[in-house]
């Protein structure tokens, strides 16, 4: 199939496409990457009137380090996230989880503002944002606001996001250097959409014992979840595989998946835990070699 008729429009700058936002308001669609819409223009699942091509807007393309926290444009492509020495080295969490996106074609075409504003529950960006507590901005004629990812994600492909509004940059905070990151994915296949996600991003002190963890969980709710009883289980204690296996199934136990054709609520919710189990045994191996006792 082929997309119904929309009148197309390329911007230069960010004012200018701010402009043409504000204009045609719920009647356009923003085109970046163009790895979501497009499949659903050519189903007529979406049928825009205007569509407003961000590519040329190359103020949204970026990588930087500033205040503590990785910021990143939302038109910052997946590959020159996946290639970026500042992702690798202030988040390696991330530089593992967009491995996961697709293939290195959807890979070089796909960015960040696209996949998040977008929304989908299997989506390895919004489990990443989850589980470092990360911050959207969005942008308007009428100025900035900045999103906290809890209140941001609404649902399965909601946003709080005006139709008037762009994601401009995506922000996380910026993990110890004794932090130690891992995310860990399940699907049929290697670049298809994930059944479930876990991340965890730990880190262990002098006496080897769990300083600070987060875990985030992706596939097994409308939005990404953070796994705060487990987290709570381990802050102070010593991550050792019994440990390790209880926050596990802590991660687990409240999740309500959907059943579906890919795969059982029961299989999903065993699946989570077998996920953050592997994870956390990765990350306490990972952050012992980068915190020596």
Same mark, same amino acid.
């Given at each position: 199939?082929?997309?119904s008729?929309f009148?197309y429009?390329?911007?230069?700058?960010l004012d200018?496409a701010?402009?043409?936002l504000?204009?045609?308001a719920s009647d356009?669609?923003?085109?970046?990457?163009?790895q979501s819409?497009?499949? !659903?223009?050519n189903?007529? +699942?979406?049928?825009?009137q205007?569509i407003?091509?961000?590519?040329k %807007? &190359? /103020?949204?393309?970026y990588?930087?380090?500033h205040?503590?926290? !990785?910021?990143?444009g939302a +038109?910052t492509r997946?590959?020159?996230?996946?290639?970026s020495p500042l %992702? &690798? /080295?202030?988040c390696?969490l991330?530089a593992q989880a967009v491995t996961?996106v697709?293939h290195?074609?959807?890979r070089?075409?796909?960015?960040i503002?696209g996949?998040?504003?977008? /929304?989908d529950?299997?989506a390895e960006?919004?489990t990443?944002l989850?589980t470092?507590d990360?911050?959207?901005?969005?942008?308007s004629?009428?100025?900035?606001r900045?999103?906290?990812?809890?209140?941001?994600?609404?649902?399965p492909y909601?946003?709080?996001?005006?139709p008037d509004?762009i994601v401009v940059?995506?922000?996380?905070?910026?993990?110890a250097?004794?932090?130690a990151?891992?995310?860990?994915?399940?699907?049929?296949?290697?670049?298809d959409f994930a059944?479930?996600?876990?991340a965890?991003q730990?880190?262990?002190?002098?006496?080897?014992k769990?300083a600070a963890?987060?875990?985030?969980?992706?596939?097994?709710a409308?939005?990404?979840?953070?796994?705060?009883?487990?987290?709570?289980y381990l802050h102070?204690?010593?991550?050792d595989?019994?440990?390790c296996?209880?926050?596990?199934?802590l991660a687990a136990?409240?999740?309500?998946p959907?059943d579906?054709v890919?795969g059982?609520?029961?299989?999903?919710?065993?699946?989570?835990s077998l996920l953050v189990?592997?994870?956390?045994a990765?990350a306490?191996?990972?952050?012992?070699?980068?915190?020596?006792?």
């Amino acid at each position: 199939m082929k997309p119904s008729r929309f009148d197309y429009y390329a911007p230069q700058s960010l004012d200018e496409a701010l402009a043409l936002l504000e204009k045609f308001a719920s009647d356009a669609r923003l085109l970046a990457g163009g790895q979501s819409l497009v499949p !659903l223009m050519n189903m007529r +699942l979406a049928s825009p009137q205007e569509i407003i091509d961000i590519n040329k %807007v &190359a /103020a949204l393309d970026y990588v930087e380090e500033h205040d503590g926290y !990785l910021c990143l444009g939302a +038109l910052t492509r997946h590959r020159t996230i996946e290639c970026s020495p500042l %992702v &690798a /080295a202030y988040c390696p969490l991330l530089a593992q989880a967009v491995t996961f996106v697709g293939h290195t074609q959807v890979r070089s075409r796909g960015t960040i503002g696209g996949s998040v504003a977008h /929304a989908d529950p299997a989506a390895e960006y919004p489990t990443v944002l989850a589980t470092l507590d990360g911050k959207i901005v969005a942008q308007s004629v009428g100025g900035r606001r900045t999103i906290d990812w809890q209140h941001f994600f609404r649902g399965p492909y909601m946003v709080d996001l005006r139709p008037d509004e762009i994601v401009v940059e995506i922000c996380l905070r910026k993990p110890a250097q004794t932090a130690a990151g891992v995310f860990l994915e399940l699907s049929r296949r290697h670049g298809d959409f994930a059944l479930v996600e876990a991340a965890v991003q730990l880190q262990i002190d002098g006496a080897g014992k769990c300083a600070a963890v987060q875990i985030g969980l992706g596939g097994v709710a409308g939005t990404p979840v953070r796994a705060l009883a487990a987290e709570q289980y381990l802050h102070g204690r010593i991550a050792d595989v019994v440990r390790c296996e209880e926050a596990a199934a802590l991660a687990a136990e409240n999740l309500e998946p959907d059943d579906d054709v890919h795969g059982s609520a029961d299989y999903r919710k065993r699946m989570a835990s077998l996920l953050v189990g592997r994870a956390l045994a990765q990350a306490v191996e990972r952050g012992a070699k980068l915190n020596p006792q």
